[in-house]
């Protein structure tokens, strides 16, 4: 069972050969994404100069994967998640972690929130983003690239 993060579905919705390779061997497993890589996808086709195009397209795409909300046990997750993170990345030095944001780590929210939605369902992550690399460097998960 399978969590791809925006980048992954774009190469799916673009047809990158190397993807579509690795999507079409695991068709026996389910494929999903979460409500936050749906969002961002929305607002990658609103953004762009083939908006309608690009929106039939996700739309499109959308139909043939499973979709992951978020509820309480997924924000509790995130929250876990969000701390395991900040204590493994942010300064040590008390006066400097107080103004520490998760961002200034190099962290994405939405990647964090992906996260947890993985965890919640026990999904393997599918992306080529760093910062899930170097969040499985404070929690262990199962990650994958199909480039």
Not at 50 to 73: G, P
Request: charged content about 20%.
């Amino acid at each position: 069972m399978y969590l791809l993060d925006t980048n992954h579905c774009s190469y799916i919705i673009n047809n990158t050969p190397s993807v579509i390779t690795a999507l079409r061997s695991r068709s026996d497993n389910e494929i999903g994404i979460s409500i936050i890589t749906y969002g961002e996808l929305l607002y990658m086709s609103e953004k762009s100069e083939r908006k309608a195009q690009n929106l039939e397209a996700v739309q499109a795409f959308l139909a043939s994967v499973d979709l992951y909300f978020i509820d309480e046990a997924t924000a509790i997750l995130y929250s876990e998640l969000k701390t395991v993170v900040f204590n493994q990345f942010a300064p040590k030095d008390k006066s400097k972690r107080r103004n520490t944001k998760i961002g200034d780590l190099g962290f994405d929210d939405h990647d964090l929130w992906i996260a947890a939605t993985a965890f919640q369902y026990n999904l393997i992550i599918v992306s080529a983003d760093t910062d899930f690399i170097r969040i499985q460097q404070a929690q262990s998960f199962s990650l994958e690239s199909w480039l």
